[in-house]
């Protein structure tokens, strides 16, 4: 089994600053990894997964991430945050072959002007 | 294209009463799913369906039920509700690919239920 820590559970940053939102993940087997972003009142949307190749991943709106397989990490970076990035944000993972994903449990980011 | 819809978006039930949630999507998926989000937790997976006739259980199955006769629509029932399922549902889909573990899963708006 697979399990998915978001050790943060909100981050206030002021607009124009970078963020970054940490996510952690352990399992037995190789696995596939994903960041998806939740806007208020809406479903979920996906932003980035990684795959293979290439460790660090680029996403839509500026976001990207990068895959440390020695650390079993897959954080979440913007390097300059607007108010429309005010969202929750979820990592989670999938085994290879499977076709369940496990959440972590969110990460609520408020941009402030 | 309308993506995955659900119905209703909002409903309270009163403990004991039952419901059924619809999700319907228009882009020939094979599988579906419908999870609940609860503050803190993330979204977790009730049932799923990898097609037509065919479906199983998640992490937290437990009263609730679901029914895939159609490809295009996965629906839950909650026979008695009670308060711990108040939550936001969320039903979701993808394309499988032979790779699996890869998919997008394509998310529905949400399904906000209150059991009092």
């Known amino acids: 089994a697979q399990s998915v820590t978001q050790l943060d559970s909100q981050v206030p940053v002021f607009e124009e600053a970078p963020v970054e939102l940490r996510c952690n993940y352990s399992?037995?087997?190789?696995?596939?990894l994903f960041w998806y972003v939740q806007y208020p009142n809406q479903g979920l949307q996906l932003l980035l997964k990684y795959l293979s190749g290439s460790t660090l991943v680029k996403g839509i709106n500026g976001f990207e991430a990068e895959f440390n397989k020695s650390q079993t990490s897959f954080h979440l970076r913007k390097p300059s945050v607007h108010i429309s990035d005010t969202a929750e944000y979820f990592c989670a993972v999938n085994r290879a072959a499977g076709n369940k994903l496990t959440f972590g449990g969110g990460t609520r980011v408020l941009v402030k002007p | 294209n309308a993506g995955v819809t659900q119905t209703p978006k909002f409903r309270v039930l009163k403990t004991g009463q039952s419901m059924t949630l619809l999700c319907a999507q228009d882009m020939n998926h094979e599988y579906m799913y419908w999870y609940r989000q609860d503050p803190g937790m993330g979204l977790r997976l009730i049932h799923y369906s990898v097609g037509e006739g065919t479906t199983a259980k998640g992490e937290v199955p437990d009263g609730y039920n679901v029914s895939r006769l159609k490809k295009q629509n996965f629906l839950l029932g909650l026979e008695s509700a009670a308060p711990s399922q108040t939550s936001v549902y969320f039903c979701?889909?993808?394309?499988?690919?032979?790779?699996?573990?890869?998919?997008?899963?394509?998310f529905g708006p949400g399904t906000r239920l209150t059991v009092l």
């Open positions: 399992s037995s087997v190789s696995v596939y």
């Open positions: 979701a889909s993808s394309y499988h690919q032979t790779s699996g573990g890869t998919d997008t899963q394509y």
